[in-house]
């Protein structure tokens, strides 16, 4: 079975510093894919960022990029140049390349401070 | 392109009551998810539908509740009889295998109370 861990419930940056969000997986699956949503308070679910098993370089989407090391199973989310509104949650998930079901983490609620 | 769209966004029912939510998927995916979060137990898939059929249920949690995808472009999702640990936030999403990167995109959700 797939599982999400998000070991920081909630964090504090200062605005316009970068931030890293924890997110370690475990799957026995050769091939998989990892996301990063947000969720801010208003509720949607916002994707931000994808990680497939056998890329190569890290994903980048602007100002957010994913650390993968695969080797430790961890898929940390780097948020550079914080703004107010990036306080949200944020949720790491799997997903199966052969399937499509997605298994979420806890979440990380990130707050910017002004 | 509209988003996927779920109604009502907010529904307040009394325990017991039938409640029937809604979901039309982002025209051209073929995969439709029920999830649902709580406090509890976090962001938890439901089920899942490709091309109408549904291929796992098995986080339906009794036989309370029942999905429904009749075509393309509509599902359900239905709990009869409600219980007040039902209440929690319900997202539909869609998808399609085709994509760069298979994102699946949410609904804004419905939020349930049962009262």
């Known amino acids: 079975a797939q599982k999400i861990t998000q070991t920081q419930p909630g964090m504090f940056v200062q605005e316009k510093e970068a931030v890293t969000l924890d997110c370690t997986y475990d799957t026995s699956d050769p091939s998989y894919g990892l996301f990063w949503y947000k969720q801010p308070s208003s509720g949607e679910m916002i994707f931000l960022i994808y990680?497939?098993?056998?890329?190569?370089q890290n994903a980048t989407e602007g100002r957010y990029s994913l650390n993968f090391q695969k080797a430790r199973k961890s898929a940390n989310l780097v948020i550079s140049a914080s703004q107010l509104g990036d306080s949200a949650m944020y949720f790491c998930a799997m997903i199966k390349a052969a399937g499509n079901k997605l298994t979420f983490g806890g979440g990380t609620r990130v707050l910017v401070k002004p | 392109d509209a988003g996927v769209i779920q109604s009502p966004r907010h529904e307040v029912t009394e325990m017991g009551q039938e409640v029937t939510l809604r979901c039309k998927p982002i025209?051209?995916?073929?995969?439709l998810f029920w999830y649902r979060q709580t406090m509890m137990r976090g962001l938890e898939l439901l089920i899942y539908?490709?091309?109408?059929?549904?291929?796992?249920d098995s986080g339906m949690p009794e036989d309370r509740f029942s999905a429904k995808m009749p075509n393309a472009s509509f599902s359900t999702l239905k709990i009869q009889p409600s219980e007040p640990r039902d209440s929690a936030v319900y997202f539909c999403?869609?998808?399609?295998?085709?994509?760069?990167?298979?994102?699946?995109?949410f609904g804004p959700g419905t939020r349930l109370t049962v009262l």
């Open positions: 539908f490709n091309n109408n059929v549904p291929i796992d």
């Open positions: 999403a869609s998808t399609d295998d085709r994509g760069r990167y298979n994102e699946q995109f």
């Open positions: 025209s051209g995916h073929d995969y």
């Open positions: 990680q497939g098993s056998y890329d190569q």
